[in-house]
């Protein structure tokens, strides 16, 4: 079992950068894959990228493809997601995700596959 902590979120404006940020306190992340969603209220939790145990293979959501990168250190035991030209409607609740299912791409994007989450990093972008 693994416990996860996002951080890194705040206010940026459009065009701005951050970089988020997912640590364990609880557990070590290198032999799980990992996930980052995002849910705007009143919306569905949505994927944004994932990053398999190994690190070799990622996938991104099309909308974020170009501006995002998901990376992971294992000897920090974490994982990052560094978001570029940032745009109003990126605004969500962050979350980062983990499982250790084999790591398929058609459906490492559906939530119901990660079973450990954090509770999300508020991310905010102004135009």
């Known amino acids: 079992q693994v416990h996860v902590v996002e951080s890194g979120g705040g206010l940026v404006q459009a065009g701005g950068s951050l970089r988020l940020s997912c640590a364990a306190s609880?557990?070590?992340?290198?032999?799980?894959?990992m996930g980052w969603f995002r849910q705007a209220p009143g919306k569905e939790r949505d994927f944004v990228a994932a990053?398999?145990?190994?690190?070799?293979?990622?996938h991104y959501a099309d909308s974020v493809k170009g501006r995002f990168t998901i990376s992971r250190d294992s000897a920090k035991n974490a994982v990052y997601l560094q978001m570029n030209s940032l745009k109003p409607e990126d605004t969500a609740v962050y979350y980062c995700?983990?499982?250790?299912?084999?790591?398929?791409?058609?459906?490492?994007?559906?939530?119901?596959?990660?079973?450990?989450w954090g509770q999300g990093t508020q991310v905010t972008v102004s135009s």
């Open positions: 995700a983990a499982n250790r299912r084999p790591f398929q791409v058609r459906a490492i994007s559906q939530p119901n596959e990660f079973d450990f």
């Open positions: 609880e557990g070590t992340l290198s032999s799980y894959n």
């Open positions: 990053i398999s145990w190994g690190g070799a293979t990622t």
